[in-house]
């Protein structure tokens, strides 16, 4: 059985994704350590005990994730569901990173690059400013327009078939801006950035109200659902890096 370095999989990790140039209420990067060695990955949205009991089950001795456990000061007291997951991963060798926001702007293994390239879009260009510092996000285009529905048909078949849309812009779709996850609050700069459509997962009354009175349209995907995509494509970096068994687990949640 191979095994590796867990400081090189953190180096691969840490340096491919810039997490340190991100500022972020995520604590990105190595959250809970192993024993030093790494034989098997799995990755996943969301570092849930669920998702290191299948670490477990399936003998993986480190997990990374989209959305960990170390947030802010959140791990200052370790006691509850907090101390549950520190304990299990302790006692089963299991290390935890977490990559965020630097997930979500990768131009190659992120979310919203993936989720783009899965959409057939284009000349696609970093945008979607998070709390003026870093953008996290996407715009891109086709050279054919679709139609909103035609568009919708497309993001049914490549991220989830649970839409909701919000349909007060124009039938050309031509220009797409896309950021994963609970993005809803950023439709005004899809707006200024003239696209004619603003892909977002977690459906919300804000979106839907900036909607209407922007007169843009806006698709919901799911939070989950567009969050899939950046651990997917890191388990595959992983796995043809260090060539060391990668999966990841897709528990296919609809919210």
Not at 86 to 100: E, G, K, R
Not at 169 to 195: E, P, T
Not at 233 to 241: E, Q, Y
Request: with cysteine; proline share 3%.
């Amino acid at each position: 059985m191979k095994k590796i370095a867990l400081d090189d999989l953190v180096s691969l990790l840490d340096d491919t994704l810039e997490c340190s140039t991100f500022q972020d209420v995520s604590n990105n990067g190595l959250q809970i350590a192993n024993a030093g060695t790494v034989t098997r990955v799995v990755t996943g949205v969301d570092a849930s005990m669920r998702l290191l009991r299948e670490a477990a089950q399936c003998g993986a001795d480190c997990v990374i994730c989209h959305h960990g456990i170390s947030w802010g000061d959140s791990l200052k007291r370790i006691t509850g569901l907090n101390h549950r997951i520190v304990a299990f991963a302790i006692q089963h060798n299991i290390a935890l990173y977490a990559a965020h926001l630097p997930l979500d702007a990768h131009p190659c293994y992120g979310n919203n690059a993936q989720i783009c390239k899965a959409l057939g879009l284009s000349d696609l260009a970093p945008a979607f400013y998070y709390r003026g510092s870093n953008t996290i996000g996407f715009t891109g285009t086709y050279d054919t327009p679709l139609s909103l529905e035609d568009f919708c048909e497309r993001v049914r078949k490549e991220v989830t078939p649970e839409l909701r849309v919000a349909n007060f812009g124009g039938d050309r779709v031509r220009r797409v801006g896309v950021v994963s996850g609970g993005a809803a609050d950023m439709l005004d700069q899809a707006a200024a950035l003239g696209c004619d459509v603003f892909l977002t997962g977690e459906p919300s009354l804000q979106g839907y109200n900036l909607a209407e009175n922007l007169g843009q349209n806006i698709v919901f995907a799911g939070h989950y659902a567009t969050e899939i995509f950046g651990v997917r494509a890191l388990a595959a970096l992983v796995k043809r890096h260090f060539d060391i068994p990668a999966e990841c687990i897709d528990f296919k949640i609809g919210y």
